[in-house]
Nanobody, 115 residues
Framework: QVQLVESGGGLVQAGGSLRLSCAAS????????VGWYRQAPGKEREMVAT???????NSADSVKGRFTISRDNAKNTVYLQMNSLKPEDTAVYYC?????????WGQGTQVTVSS
């Protein structure tokens, strides 16, 4: 059974920073791609950033240069450093671990950016 627990969300003013963490249980974390996704009210869930087991990263154009994804396999944890936050970054942020069989999701953490 894989469990993902996100933390670090909250309320921040525009221009501020937050660091999200996602701790995973189980043995699949280090071998698979992990990522952060977000869903704003009334919108579909979208990819924010992903990182492969080898450390290759990919991020959405909307967050390039502002958000950085990283992982610590020894701690089974993935991070999302978010800088220069904008009101349009407001959403529930989810972490996910993708295997060849399925994707595991966390419960989400709310990020609210005030203008």
């Amino acid at each position: 059974q894989v469990q993902l627990v996100e933390s670090g969300g909250g309320l921040v003013q525009a221009g501020g920073s937050l660091r999200l963490s996602c701790a995973a249980s189980g043995s699949i974390f280090s071998r698979n791609t992990v990522g952060w996704y977000r869903q704003a009210p009334g919108k579909e869930r979208e990819m924010v950033a992903t990182i492969t087991s080898g450390g290759r990263t990919n991020s959405a154009d909307s967050v390039k240069g502002r958000f950085t994804i990283s992982r610590d396999n020894a701690k089974n944890t993935v991070y999302l450093q978010m800088n220069s936050l904008k009101p349009e970054d407001t959403a529930v942020y989810y972490c996910a671990v993708s295997t060849v069989i399925r994707t595991y999701w966390g419960q989400g953490t709310q990020v609210t950016v005030s203008s």
